[in-house]
Structures are given as C-alpha cells and as structure tokens.
C-alpha cells in the first residue's frame, strides 16, 4: 500500500513554490485560491525571504496549497489514489483535501483562519519550537517536563519537538536530556501544539462550523493518535483541536505499517516526513516531491505498486 503525507510548518523555504507554478493550470489555481484568502500565495512563495515565509499566518496557508498543488500534479501524472493518507500538524489540513473531506478551497480558507488564530495567539508570549535529535523518549519527556517544556511533536525515529517560552528553549540549550545530540531551533514562530495556542482553538471551531466536511474517501490517519477516521465531522473536530495538543507522528507511522505500507510519498514542500520513514519504516519506499523533476520518479514509484 502507497500512503501521500503532506509535511508541517517549518518545511517551506524561499521559493520552494516557483517551479510548480510552471505547470500548466497552476499559476491561475493558485491565483484563485490567493483571492479567496486574501493572501498573494505566488508572491510569498517565490519572492519572499525567510523571515516573511516565517510567519505563522503566511506559512502555513502556503504549505496546504503547495501540498494540494503538488499532490493534484502527481494525480495528473499518474491517475494516482493512495491507500491512506495523512499530514504532520498543518499538513492534516492538506491531508483532508487529498482525502476529499474538505475542497481544496475550503482547505485554504480554513488554514488561512487556522494561521492568523494561532499568530495571535503566539503573539501573547514569546514562544518557539525545537526538535531534540537523539536519547530515549521517556527521559527526554520527563527532561522537559521538568523544564516546563511540552512534547509537542512526538515524531519518532529518535526525534522529540519541545515547545515552550524563549527562556526554557534556552534552558533546554543548555541543559539537554541525556542521550542527546542535539538541540535545533526550528522555523517556527510560536509554540504550537501546546497549551500557548488555547486560543486559537476557539476562533478555529467558529471557523469550522461554516464547514460542510465529506467523508473520508480514503483511509485518513490522524496525528493526535494515530487512529484512522472514518467521518468527515470527526476528521473536522479534531482538526480543531489539534492546534492545542501534542502531534504524535509516531503513532501515525505505527498505524503505516500496520496497514501493510510499502511506499509513502511526501506532498511538496517534501523530505521531513520521508527523512522520519527511512529511520522507523525500513524496507518501505519513500520520495520526495520536492519540485516536478520528481513526478517522473514518482510515476514509477506508483506503477510498481499497482504491478505488485
């Protein structure tokens, strides 16, 4: 089985979308889908610097649509249907248009709402994020905890995201759990999945309710648990909730194998989600959509299994 998985804030980079505007249709789509949020989606992501592309109410309505531009190239190119999908943190939003729970406008109007909630509420104290890389997860959580830290992406693979103030990201720098290699800041402007982004959720659910969700058209995996979800309601609510609780990535990647995944593809911005698979999924494939050099290799990913 062949699961699409779209990747979180912190994976853009300047310019990342400028080739996928190429594409016949996707500089009109994107221009569409701009009007409709209010947000000049070609410009921040092909001319903006990374400090701007940082911002929280810009990054992540540029993720989603370069998710959806991406992964609707590969259904192009192939005729492609995966076997399950899913999305790391804002990729779930990304995630809910691949599976048809939500139209690809409807995705971005709600990021669109979904990022400025949780710029305000980043707003209120300085916060930020960074990914512990090594050590044991059990005394790496109890290690924050003990700082006054949270465990806001537990992403497998040796890798934990701690998430607080400015000032217990310092400590952490200084005081790292044992076993671990190292501490990296991450392009994040908040702290996110934690109690800090309270309220976001309110304003997120208001926005929701003006949301008509479809069912799942296809096995959807949640990152607050790893389950699968089988209503569109319900993959709604807790794309509500999410923006104040952990994303348990780990269990998602559980749920991968025991589902018989053989291959996963990462929708644009790609190579974080992958980079994860390769450490805990060995033996199953995994590419990167980076830019449309990769469709190609994509094709041929998605060919073999539907051979097999």
Request: aromatic share 4%; glycine share 10%.
């Amino acid at each position: 089985m062949l699961v699409l998985v779209a990747p979180g804030q912190g994976a853009q980079t300047p310019g990342f979308l400028t080739p996928w505007l190429e594409l016949p249709g996707a500089a009109d789509r994107v221009a569409a889908w701009s009007d409709a949020i209010a947000l000049d989606l070609a410009h921040y992501g092909t001319q903006a610097d990374a400090d701007a592309i940082r911002d929280t109410a810009v990054a992540q309505p540029l993720l989603v649509a370069a998710g959806i531009l991406s992964a609707s190239a590969l259904d192009e190119a192939s005729g492609f249907t995966p076997g399950a999908v899913a999305g790391h943190s804002v990729g779930e939003i990304t995630a809910a248009s691949f599976a048809g729970v939500l139209d690809d406008t409807a995705a971005l109007t709600l990021v669109r709402r979904r990022g400025l909630a949780m710029a305000d509420a980043a707003a209120i104290t300085e916060t930020g994020m960074s990914a512990l890389l090594g050590g044991d997860p059990e005394v790496s959580v109890a290690h924050l905890e003990k700082l006054g830290l949270t465990p806001a992406n537990v992403n497998g693979a040796g890798q934990i995201v701690a998430a607080g103030t400015l000032e217990q990201l310092a400590a952490l720098n200084e005081d790292k759990p044992e076993g671990v290699r190292k501490v990296v800041p991450l392009k994040v402007a908040g702290a996110f999945h934690t109690h800090h982004m309270a309220p976001a959720v309110d304003a997120l659910a208001k926005a929701a309710a003006d949301l008509t969700p479809a069912d799942p058209k296809v096995t959807y995996v949640s990152n607050k648990d790893g389950r699968t979800v089988a209503t569109g309601a319900e993959v709604l609510e807790r794309l509500v909730g999410q923006v104040a609780n952990p994303v348990r990535w780990d269990l998602c990647m559980e749920t991968f194998k025991e589902l018989g995944a053989t291959a996963i593809i990462e929708v644009s911005p790609g190579g974080t989600l992958v980079g994860l698979a390769k450490r805990a999924l060995p033996g199953v494939k995994t590419l990167a959509l980076k830019t449309p050099d990769d469709l190609d290799a994509a094709r041929e990913l998605i060919a073999e299994h539907a051979a097999a």
